[in-house]
């Protein structure tokens, strides 16, 4: 079992910043690649940005090409989105998850295919 819990969402303004947290324990070792999904009121869940746990690939959704980046501290076992140039589209309540499965040596961002979830954590951007 992998426990993952994440932090750092909050009210921002357009244009503004956040770093999002992701701190995983437990079975950590099993861990592929680490991704972060965002769900909006009324609609599904969706994929932002993956990591592999080596660090070797990462993979974004082109909605925030450029804006967000995904980086790991192997040390800590945690996982960041640092999220810039914020918009109103971008409010949502953010989830990192983990998928324990080898998937070609890449990071990917197909929601089945992540086995744990944390509870997620609200990012509101106001206009």
């Known amino acids: 079992q992998v426990q993952l819990e994440e932090s750092g969402g909050g009210l921002v303004q357009a244009g503004g910043s956040l770093r999002l947290s992701c701190a995983a324990s437990g079975r950590t070792f099993t861990i592929y690649a680490m991704g972060w999904f965002r769900q909006a009121p009324g609609k599904e869940r969706e994929f932002v940005a993956a990591i592999t746990w080596s660090g070797g690939s990462t993979y974004y959704a082109d909605s925030v090409k450029g804006r967000f980046t995904i980086s790991r501290d192997y040390a800590k076992k945690t996982v960041y989105l640092q999220m810039n140039s914020l918009k109103p589209e971008d409010t949502a309540v953010y989830y990192c998850?983990?998928?324990?499965?080898?998937?070609?040596?890449?990071?990917?961002?197909?929601?089945?295919?992540?086995?744990?979830w944390g509870q997620g954590t609200q990012v509101t951007v106001s206009s």
């Open positions: 998850a983990a998928d324990v499965n080898p998937v070609g040596g890449v990071a990917h961002g197909t929601i089945r295919l992540y086995d744990y």
